[in-house]
């Protein structure tokens, strides 16, 4: 089982980027899913999770990140818009069940101001 995380880069405050996470051994469909990301002397802190069909986003980011999934590509997304370097961390994808647990390894998300 693999989650391949990418998209990530450097960026301009108020900029965009999509994070893409792809795997590889599992249907992403029977799993809930989640982006986490941490910033360096900080806990790995959830930014949006999907179960069920319902997603919920850290009010840090809300308004302004959007999970989405594509089945057909086994691939989901986060959308990230007007980004602020408090932003800036290692962006992780997980899935998960109620007897898995699988992550990524990690993009890093760099905001300048």
């Known amino acids: 089982v693999q989650l391949q995380a990418s998209g990530g880069g450097l960026v301009q405050a108020g900029g965009s980027l999509r994070l893409s996470c792809a795997a590889s051994g599992i249907i992403l469909s029977f799993y809930s899913m989640g982006w986490y990301r941490q910033a360096p002397g900080n806990t790995r802190e959830l930014v949006a999770g999907?179960?069920?069909?319902?997603?919920t986003y850290a009010d840090s980011v809300k308004g302004r990140f959007t999970a989405s999934r594509d089945n057909a590509k086994n691939t989901v997304y986060l959308q990230m818009n007007s980004l602020r370097p408090e932003d800036t961390a290692v962006y992780y994808c997980?899935?998960?069940?109620?007897?898995?647990?699988?992550w990524g390894k990690g993009t890093q998300v760099t905001v300048s101001s």
């Open positions: 999907t179960s069920s069909g319902t997603t």
């Open positions: 997980n899935a998960h069940s109620a007897f898995r647990d699988y």
